[in-house]
């Protein structure tokens, strides 16, 4: 086991050092001045170049780029350039939304996928199966965020259960915060539990053909038992790792939604710093995301050797 955490650990380490490259790189080609933009365009030259002394932009790109791996270590993330605030809080502050909003809808999404996967496997090819496959196939095709201004429309513009947008934070009334995260959930959830609910439906009919279903059944245990028991561990495999993507894209699906509903997440701080050209933060949240993403898939090789020992002594 601890070979195979070493081997999955270097892996982890080097993906996200050839993603840090990837994505200095690509901010570095950017046209245009952070300068001149915080300046405005009214600003003299001299006023611009003394800024780019300030930021440190004049230095060479290779230079930059060691620094801010430096900075990363050891989790000095440098300072805004719009917010004049250090990028750490900034980050930390927007995290507190976007990582409940993320877990909430993957929660949502986890509980509506496996149910009605699991119903539709075991009433295949009957009205049931082919319901619940039918929503799933028009839940693939909405887009999250139209979904979430049909919503809007229902449960706040016209029953009025949910405010329309806003945060009140949760320090001043947590359940007022939770119920205001229901919605953007909501809407984040419906396209992934379709999915999911699709992929946990095929899983699990390959996994009824197994002779030890048909064993388990002859001993005397209850349809009900034997799938959820024994069908729906031996059917994870699949549906974990799908989990485990659809929860980074939650995290980077949030910028959509968050602006939707004005929500002062991490995705909202990536919009607004593309438009500022606040390069500083839009590469410290890009570089969160993609570890977040790593870290996430690191996790499911994890389980995967729980699950399925067989995964960990192949790779040994």
């Not at 380490?13 to 080609?29: C, H, N, Q, Y």
């Not at 945060?167 to 947590?174: I, K, L, N, V």
Request: a positive charge; hydrophobic letters at 60%.
């Amino acid at each position: 086991m601890s070979l195979f955490l070493l081997k999955r650990f270097l892996t982890f380490a080097g993906t996200l050092l050839a993603a840090s490259a990837v994505i200095f790189a690509v901010l570095e080609i950017l046209p245009g001045n952070a300068a001149q933009i915080l300046m405005g365009p009214d600003a003299s030259p001299e006023a611009v170049q003394a800024l780019t002394l300030k930021l440190g932009l004049d230095q060479p790109a290779f230079t930059r780029y060691g620094h801010w791996l430096a900075g990363l270590l050891s989790g000095d993330l440098g300072d805004s350039y719009a917010y004049s605030a250090p990028v750490f809080d900034l980050v930390l502050e927007r995290l507190a939304l976007t990582v409940p909003l993320a877990l909430m809808a993957m929660a949502i999404t986890t509980v509506l996928a496996l149910a009605s996967g699991v119903y539709a496997a075991s009433h295949h090819n009957r009205i049931g199966d082919v319901g619940v496959m039918g929503l799933a196939q028009v839940g693939i095709a909405i887009p999250n965020f139209w979904f979430a201004i049909l919503l809007i429309l229902l449960f706040s513009v016209h029953l009025k259960w949910f405010s329309a947008g806003g945060f009140p934070g949760w320090s001043d009334d947590p359940w007022a915060a939770l119920k205001s995260l229901l919605l953007p959930a909501l809407s984040l959830a419906v396209v992934q539990a379709a999915i999911l609910a699709r992929i946990t439906r095929s899983a699990v009919l390959e996994v009824l053909r197994e002779d030890f279903v048909r064993t388990a059944r002859a001993k005397g245990l209850s349809r009900r038992a034997t799938l959820w028991k024994h069908v729906l561990r031996n059917a994870l495999i699949p549906v974990i790792t799908v989990m485990g993507l659809q929860f980074a894209n939650l995290l980077a699906g949030t910028i959509v939604v968050e602006n939707v509903f004005y929500l002062p997440g991490l995705g909202r701080l990536i919009f607004q710093s593309i438009a500022n050209r606040d390069l500083i933060v839009v590469r410290n949240c890009v570089m969160l995301l993609a570890g977040m993403v790593v870290l996430v898939n690191f996790i499911v090789d994890v389980l995967y050797a729980l699950i399925d020992p067989r995964v960990k002594a192949s790779d040994l």
